[in-house]
């Protein structure tokens, strides 16, 4: 049998990558206030606006997607 | 011209030698087709040459420009990709079909008129067909059936709007064509279907999960971005395709969020990338046309990396769906490696190849105060990482442990992605070799400090979403099942559509047959033969005067009338008739 990679087999690697995420966010968020920015429309050059709207969309997309399969949903055989 | 040779013809002529060949001989010559139109590709100068005159008409294979021109780099690209992925593919079927649809995506590329051009889309759609159905199951033979129903629906429009622009402008060489006219809407039609453009574009997300592992990796990169190519050459400018394309960039996503098998959910981000590229021609400015063509050389790259690390799942553990897959970076690294790369350039992170060119569409809407089409592509833009960029490799190599342990696919598989993943990062920090590929002179600059922050926090930031949601329970979670598309209105339109024509005509049959051919010659039979009893009795039943007597109904036999027999009347007609002949001929 060959090697086998078992990095997030192991808790505290998982704790490890989400913490570096988890800074880099943060990170993300303060550089933000100290950049120039030409933007084409007010919203763009607000602080952390990308921050925002990358979030909201994504929880956005996700419970629409939800509803969504409420009703287009169907057994794997449906069109058997 | 005469010591070049058509790209084209290249592959197309090399495709018909495949089947007499063995060995490495056979693969060496399938790997130096796409390595000589290249270099053709290289050497061909700008003009339109190769015209050949056919029945009063020119055909113009070698319309050579700047747009061509980079279409013609990335699809002989993508097929030497390909074509090194197949390589150990038992199967010629599939290595000719694959060449001959090679040729087919060049050769519409390199049309400078529809002759020619209708030649060619033609051959796309049947070429690719045999690429579903080479994968010999139930659900790929009746996948290539339907698919090929759908493109002769196309080819069908497509034919019909040249037909009529032939007629009206008399001349079988086009350009930018633009919306007015039947003739102009046929063909837009036509290309939208290749395109997958809403509601025609089910047939992408039905066949390409039915294909074989290497042919998915040309359907990808080739049917939808020959039409982007045809969709910039004729319609650029064209208002409507930035609406058609701000829904082509959302809908798929939310389809791409339930799905469950993992070539299906990158065949709907197929169609949302191709949304992206629709909004960009039609906006129709330089930066939006460079912007949509970038767009769609970087997509063809990265997926079909993904469909190539899809297609190494699925060869190595005959497994596809979320649902059975899992923890597969555990005996898969490099597979793993290359998929996230794939994800990582689609998702358009900065030093991949995605953030140079998608940014262009989305600074070309913002140019022009697009508000709504600005904040659809952003949205979408984060919807994009949530929808591959996180799904796909997270359910296929992380996730929870399937139990599965396998190893990695062959060499040829592995160097076929390492390329297309190396391109995806070159094109990505070195953005200006690309830039000068483009049509229009490009003063785009994608690596600004704002531009970089923006873009990192809109997809970590969708990230951290897809994190909580997972975490609370809150993602819809991976199941056996399929969900609708506009599919369905001719997968289970067709059987309405064919009971109610068996039901209806069969039964208009039936009814004419009883009437017409057993109840009206029979109550005709009984008329003549028994006329007076028969009109007796009608009238006794309408003015309700009795009723008539059993004898007049039990009659069968021939009625004695005092009414002068038919025969004297008959006659005396042929006599009078007779007599004015006697008169004209001999006496008038």
Excluded at chain 1, 4 to 25: A, M
Excluded at chain 2, 271 to 298: D, E, R, W, Y
């Amino acid at each position: 049998m060959k090697r086998e990679l078992k990095i997030f087999d192991k808790p505290e690697n998982v704790k490890r990558f989400l913490g570096f995420f988890y800074v880099s966010l943060v990170v993300l968020l303060i550089v933000d206030f100290f950049i120039h920015k030409h933007a084409d429309f007010p919203w763009e050059g607000a602080p952390d606006f990308f921050a925002v709207y990358g979030f909201v969309s994504c929880v956005g997309l996700i419970f629409i997607a939800k509803v969504l399969r409420i009703f287009i949903k169907r057994d794997e055989h449906y069109y058997d | 011209m005469t010591n070049l040779i058509p790209p084209a013809a290249i592959f197309i002529g090399g495709a018909l030698f495949v089947p007499f060949l063995r060995g490495k001989l056979k693969s060496a010559f399938m790997l130096l087709l796409p390595v000589l139109a290249f270099v053709m590709l290289v050497k061909m100068p700008e003009g339109k040459y190769w015209v050949v005159n056919f029945l009063d008409y020119n055909l113009i294979f070698g319309r050579v420009d700047r747009l061509s021109m980079v279409f013609g780099y990335i699809f002989t690209i993508i097929s030497f990709i390909g074509i090194l992925f197949a390589l150990k593919v038992q199967d010629d079927l599939q290595h000719v079909s694959a060449l001959m649809y090679a040729g087919g995506a060049i050769g519409v590329t390199f049309s400078g008129d529809f002759f020619s051009l209708y030649v060619f889309w033609e051959l796309l759609a049947i070429s690719s067909t045999f690429l579903i159905l080479a994968r010999k199951t139930k659900a790929s033979q009746l996948a290539a059936f339907r698919y090929i129903l759908v493109h002769v629906f196309g080819g069908l429009c497509l034919l019909a709007g040249i037909i009529i622009y032939i007629h009206d402008s008399g001349t079988t060489e086009f350009a930018n064509i633009g919306l007015g006219g039947i003739a102009s809407w046929l063909i837009f039609i036509g290309i939208a279907l290749n395109a997958a453009i809403p509601p025609l574009h089910p047939w992408l997300q039905d066949a390409y999960p039915e294909a074989t592992v290497a042919g998915a990796v040309f359907m990808c990169a080739l049917t939808t971005k020959s039409a982007v190519y045809l969709m910039a050459r004729t319609f650029p400018g064209t208002e409507l395709l930035i609406w058609l394309g701000a829904v082509m960039t959302v809908v798929p996503l939310f389809y791409g969020i339930l799905e469950n098998d993992v070539r299906r959910v990158l065949a709907y981000i197929i169609i949302n990338q191709v949304g992206f590229m629709m909004c960009g021609i039609g906006i129709g400015t330089q930066l939006a046309i460079n912007g949509a063509v970038s767009h769609a050389f970087c997509d063809i790259l990265y997926v079909s990396l993904l469909f190539m690390a899809a297609g190494s799942v699925l060869h190595m553990t005959g497994k596809i769906r979320c649902t059975d897959l899992g923890g597969l970076y555990k005996t898969m690294p490099l597979t793993c490696l290359f998929c996230m790369i794939g994800a990582a350039s689609i998702s358009g992170f900065p030093l991949f190849n995605d953030f140079i060119s998608k940014s262009m569409i989305i600074s070309a809407a913002g140019h022009e105060k697009l508000s709504l089409i600005w904040l659809i592509l952003e949205f979408a833009s984060a919807g994009v990482f949530l929808h591959v960029g996180i799904k796909v490799p997270f359910f296929t190599f992380f996730g929870h442990d399937s139990g599965i342990r396998t190893k990695e696919p062959p060499l040829n598989m592995l160097l076929a992605m390492g390329i297309a993943a190396f391109l995806c990062i070159a094109i990505g920090l070195f953005p200006g070799r690309l830039y000068n590929l483009l049509p229009y002179p490009v003063h785009f600059v994608p690596y600004t400090a704002a531009h970089v922050t923006g873009e990192l926090q809109l997809v970590m930031f969708g990230g951290l979403a897809f994190l909580l949601l997972i975490r609370s329970g809150y993602y819809p979670a991976e199941i056996a099942a399929i969900n609708l598309d506009t599919d369905w209105f001719y997968r289970k339109g067709a059987r309405f559509f064919y009971y109610v024509m068996d039901r209806g005509l069969n039964g208009l049959n039936a009814f004419s047959e009883r009437v017409l051919a057993c109840a009206v010659p029979a109550r005709l039979g009984q008329l003549s033969r028994t006329p007076i009893s028969s009109l007796v009795t009608l009238y006794m039943r309408a003015t309700g005067k009795g009723s008539a007597p059993e004898a007049f109904n039990k009659e069968t036999r021939p009625e004695e009338t005092s009414l002068a027999p038919m025969g004297t009347a008959v006659f005396l007609s042929l006599v009078f008739v007779f007599s004015l002949f006697v008169v004209f001929a001999f006496l008038g």
